[in-house]
């Protein structure tokens, strides 16, 4: 137990670390255009050669789920993500953008191991027991929040007392470390070796499939994805909120994304302390609703303090929904594409929340209220999908 404990640990900080990278490389490379000739203009172009790959998790998914030793794999894309991030910061440091748009892509394709690839072998590293897994699901949903609040405080720290480029460099050299300690890991199972699953590991299309097919699946996928919408605009919701009230200008609406990002922190430590119990579909839309009345009140709170306590609460729900999300992954989907549920469920999410950051950039200036309302809708008409899907397809699932 004591050596299960221990590998949870190492689990643990590598993946804080590996998505720390994830999470900070985006922030440096805007750092890095902006320091640059050309800047916000090349900006965007970096951030989504970084971040558009990561719809590939379908067809990368399969590299892990066929292999014989995951762990390796795991550990090549570590170490081929902080190679590209490291070749693309120091190619357009000296004027190469094209280069570093190339390696971006490379190390963009790494990030669905990265994610949800890692995700799919904590089950198989925690052992049997639904509280000992959901326990290990919220530890997990956690290190996605700490990695996203430290990735970028690594890049900006960095940046400030050396430069954005070092920036660079230091999540690179977490990527690394993170390599290191997962060696450190026991073996993870596999497709291949995993008696439970001697089974052939099904196609890409099979797998894509079975997201809609399975009706639980299909309830979570859609029901994260669309949320994702609302959930990823989050920043530029706080600048909605900001402005609809008066709260004041950039700084308090950093203050209120620093409130949800803190809700979530608080969330995710929560379901580690207690574990979710129930069906992991029904948590997901229950989170979901809960996120859209975190939302409504996110939207007419009148002061700024009423307002953070409302974005701190939508965080801590939030958080819940992901492990629940997690939760419903590893229970409903077949151990043979496990891999490739959790990366093309991750790949969706990753999309919807750039898809919320595009539109609700367009909004925010021009009509703050209607962005505001249309995430509460957004989120709300997911909650309603769910449970009409479920009630229609009750005789049947």
Partial sequence: MDRQKRAIGAYAVTATLVRSADAGAVVGFV??????????A?????????????LAGPFVAPLLDRSTRPRVVLAGSFLLYAAMVAVASLAFSHGGTALSVIALVIAGSCGPLITGGLSSRLAGLVGEGQMRQRRAQGMDALTYGVAAAFGPLLIAVTGAAVSPLAGVLAVCGAAVVATILLVTLPPMTSTSTDGAAAAEPVSIWRSAALLFTNGPLRRVTVCTSVTAVAVGAVPILAVASSAVHGFGGPSAAALLASAFGVGTLVGSATVIARPLRGSPERMVAGAAAGIGL???????????????????ATGAVSAVQFASSLAARVEYSPPEARAQVFMTMAGLKVACSSAGVALAGLLVAPAPWALLLGAVLVVGGAAGATALDRFVAAPSS
Avoid: E, K, N, Q
């Fill in 294 to 312: 975190g939302l409504i009140l996110c939207t007419i709170a009148p002061t700024l303090p009423l307002a953070a306590a409302a974005y701190a």
């Fill in 31 to 40: 750092l890095l255009a902006a320091s640059s000739p050309d800047g916000s």
């Fill in 42 to 54: 090349v900006a965007g172009l970096l951030a989504a050669a970084l971040t558009a790959p990561h």
